[in-house]
């Protein structure tokens, strides 16, 4: 049996293991069946939660720092950003005002200001260069609150600062931009995964905002707050990509930030392409691999690159509701379990015997 040089490349399953975790289940299974293999771990993310935790496994002298945030329903938050070498600082939405901080929805006031918060004191702090992860956002205030965080002032007709969240942006009459921290030298990139703009029916209201809690009657209500934000700042509001994390991206494009493909950005940044250069096979995955899996998230990024190298792909998700004929080999770890709960809660044994699985199969 041949010793092969296997790269590990997954997602994250999103509610059951970050994308470190999967990794590292993925690589223990597939070293039981083929012990000899050599094994290249790169946890990946699409700029949504876990995508600090894969910059920092694969950035060495990466330096991690936290600070103490208004979260989105106004609860204190630890919130970290981390420090690479090079001074970018990395920053994530998710952890610092996102859905999973909420104790419960709060489609109209919950907010961003956590984020411009921390993205203030990673360039405060020296950062030449920010890359900003949006996915995982449980706001639709457009921005606004991280734009507040980041030093600019939004206020009524009576000069007074408009109350967080989307709710606020209803009385807004003025955006000040002249008080917010400067964009890095560097610049500071977007990391997002779709390209939905900011209003209409494939905006960041109609689209997430029931993903969020809101009904038929508050994506309504949130449109409107949207396109009033809308109107006193100088984006345009159809562009592809701005009604990310409940429009965020659309503020911080005010700000003078650009968008990136999320996936792509992350891959690069931690090496994916010169890790594929001297590998034999690509191991990937995600929790469920589905026809939005193309649209620029990261089993599609990763199956790309290895096929533009001629390099054969096995992918294990936790459910496969797409064609699979790009890959050598597929593992769904539903079926392996017996079922979803199984397999979600018991995620990293079930990885674990996914990659075993698959790693016999491939001795054969």
Do not use: Y
Request: aromatic letters at 4%; charged letters at 20%; proline letters at 6%.
């Amino acid at each position: 049996m041949s010793r092969l040089r296997v790269v590990v490349a997954p997602d994250s399953f999103k509610g059951s293991l970050g994308a470190s975790g999967v990794a590292d289940a993925l690589a223990r299974g597939w070293t039981r069946s083929r012990p000899d293999d050599e094994i290249v771990v790169l946890p990946l993310a699409d700029g949504g939660e876990g995508t600090l935790d894969a910059f920092e496994r694969s950035v060495p002298g990466s330096i991690r720092h936290e600070v103490v945030v208004e979260g989105p329903d106004g609860r204190a938050v630890d919130a970290p950003w981390l420090a690479l070498p090079d001074g970018t600082a990395v920053v994530e939405l998710a952890s610092s005002c996102g859905l999973g901080l909420l104790a419960v929805p709060a489609p109209h006031d919950a907010h961003t200001r956590g984020l411009g918060t921390v993205m203030r004191a990673a360039v405060e702090s020296g950062a030449d260069r920010l890359l900003v992860g949006l996915g995982g956002s449980g706001s639709t205030d457009g921005g606004a609150g991280a734009l507040m965080g980041l030093g600019a002032r939004i206020v009524d007709s009576l000069g007074e600062p408009v109350a967080e969240g989307n709710h606020g942006l209803t009385t807004a009459v003025r955006v000040d931009l002249s008080a917010a921290v400067p964009v890095p030298r560097g610049g500071a990139s977007l990391l997002a995964d779709v390209d939905s703009p900011l209003l209409g029916p494939r905006g960041a209201a109609a689209v997430f905002g029931p993903q969020k809690g809101a009904s038929a009657d508050d994506v309504l209500a949130l449109e409107r707050g949207l396109e009033r934000f809308a109107s006193l700042v100088d984006v345009d509001p159809t562009t592809p990509g701005a009604g990310a994390a409940g429009g965020a991206a659309f503020g911080l494009l005010a700000w003078g930030a650009r968008l990136v493909p999320g996936a792509d950005a992350v891959a690069r940044a931690v090496g994916l392409p010169e890790a594929l250069t001297a590998a034999d096979l690509v191991l990937t995955g995600e929790g469920r691999f589905d026809d939005q899996t193309a649209a620029g998230k990261t089993v599609s990024l990763v199956t790309r690159l290895a096929t533009e190298r001629g390099l054969p792909v096995v992918l294990v998700a936790g459910d496969v509701a797409a064609p699979t004929g790009a890959f050598a080999d597929v593992v769904a770890t539903t079926q392996l379990a017996g079922g979803v709960d199984e397999s979600t809660t018991r995620a990293s044994f079930w990885l674990e015997e996914a990659a075993a699985v698959v790693a016999a199969r491939w001795a054969r």
